[in-house]
């Protein structure tokens, strides 16, 4: 432990940082951890670290944690000004944090990407706390490439992303997904305090899940309205469709169908994957462990804008896996799409293989032995030393 930080570990607790933001990506696997973390060693003090105006502000709260807001923006491909604000807000994010680790004196500090986490990280670098990162996909983050030049540990939820930090130090332990997706599939089937509405809608092995996030996908809320008349006929299939605020009310006017219902957002998405037989999705590197943690064949619409299509890589790891399809999207039209679903629903045997290989990949302990090394880490001795797998 840094003699700079004596207190860090106390009696039975311990303190753990947390740092990242801006998506729920960067924000719910540090919700994993952290309450693994907490499951380990109840006395634990964790704490977040992220923006004022990100999803951090209103997730980390919700979750019961406290969050510790830092200054921080963004810097890849933005214009003079903005770079200007990136440095101003570097500066004025790492000086903050020295604050707060000096005042508060965490044992180990977790970074899961997003610009937050470059100030945050570079103070606890400077103090020399003991610095982590949990990086989700394929192809990592800008900030998680800097800031892991001097990570101890780098927890990969695809093993290929190693070749891009330093040798010895990354550990493929796959995402850590929320507790409520683990006790979904340990249920194996829909709960019973569940929404009968969806219980009940659809019939077994014809049940579809489309989705594009919290905020829906335009490409796939364009491609079922084109798809129109054709989605309900297809194999007699039950659609259920998060379009996201913005979209709900023109797309729910274009798809009138008993069999097809529209929602701006599902609230609880663990319960709406083990209520679908095929899942229709972006590949967003959590919703991907999501989706192998329960066991779900999913079609796979890559957003071609994220930072180095690193979604692309993502969804071709799990068709190589044999768990999904990829669908390009410039290739997602609407027949394209009710092509697609119809000829996987009509063939179950496929869906099956599709769902065991899909199983095949999850890492359902990934949130416990990110928190048991961190707390190794630390010195507590309810921690344990993951083996390296590069």
């Known amino acids: 432990m840094s003699e700079a930080h004596p207190a860090k570990v106390s009696g039975s607790g311990v303190r753990v940082l947390i740092t990242g933001g801006g998506t729920g990506g960067h ?232 069999r097809i219902r529209v929602t701006a957002y599902i609230d609880d998405m663990a319960q709406a994957l083990l209520w679908a037989d095929l899942v229709v999705c972006r590949a967003g590197a959590m919703t991907l462990a999501e989706l192998q943690v329960v066991g779900r064949p999913a079609v796979l619409v890559p957003f071609p804008h994220a930072t180095d299509n690193h979604q692309l890589h993502n969804a071709q790891d799990l068709e190589n896996a044999g768990a999904a399809l990829v669908l390009k999207d410039e290739d997602c039209s609407g027949a394209a799409l009710a092509t697609i679903i119809g000829e996987l629903l009509a063939d179950p045997t496929r869906l099956r293989d599709m769902a065991t290989a899909a199983r095949s990949q999850a890492r359902p302990q990934a949130a416990t032995e990110i928190a048991r090394d961190l707390l190794e880490l630390a010195g507590h001795p309810a921690g344990l030393r993951l083996a390296s797998h590069t």
């Open 27 to 258: 924000v719910y696997p540090g919700l994993a951890v952290a309450d693994s973390l907490r499951r380990l060693v109840p006395a634990a003090d964790v704490r977040f670290a992220g923006t004022r105006g990100g999803i951090e502000s209103v997730l980390v709260p919700r979750a019961g944690y406290r969050l510790h807001t830092v200054p921080a923006s963004g810097l890849r491909g933005l214009g003079h000004k903005a770079r200007a604000l990136f440095v101003l807000n570097f500066l004025g994010g790492v000086g903050r944090s020295l604050g707060l680790l000096l005042v508060w004196r965490p044992a180990v500090v977790l970074g899961t990407g997003g610009f937050v986490s470059a100030p945050v990280m570079t103070a606890a670098r400077l103090l020399g706390v003991p610095c982590t990162l949990q990086e989700q996909n394929a192809i990592p983050g800008s900030t998680n490439r800097l800031v892991g030049r001097w990570a101890r540990r780098i927890y990969l939820g695809f093993g290929v992303a190693a070749k891009f930090f330093r040798a010895g130090v990354c550990r493929t332990t796959g995402n850590p997904v929320r507790q409520a997706f683990l006790a979904a599939a340990a249920g194996g089937g829909i709960a019973s305090g569940a929404d009968p509405a969806l219980a009940n809608f659809g019939q077994p092995g014809r049940r579809v899940l489309i989705f594009g996030g919290s905020g829906g996908a335009r490409t796939l809320n364009n491609a079922v309205q084109a798809a129109g008349a054709q989605l309900p006929e297809t194999a007699g299939a039950a659609f259920l469709i998060q379009t996201g605020k913005s979209a709900v009310e023109t797309v729910h006017a274009s798809l009138a169908s008993e």
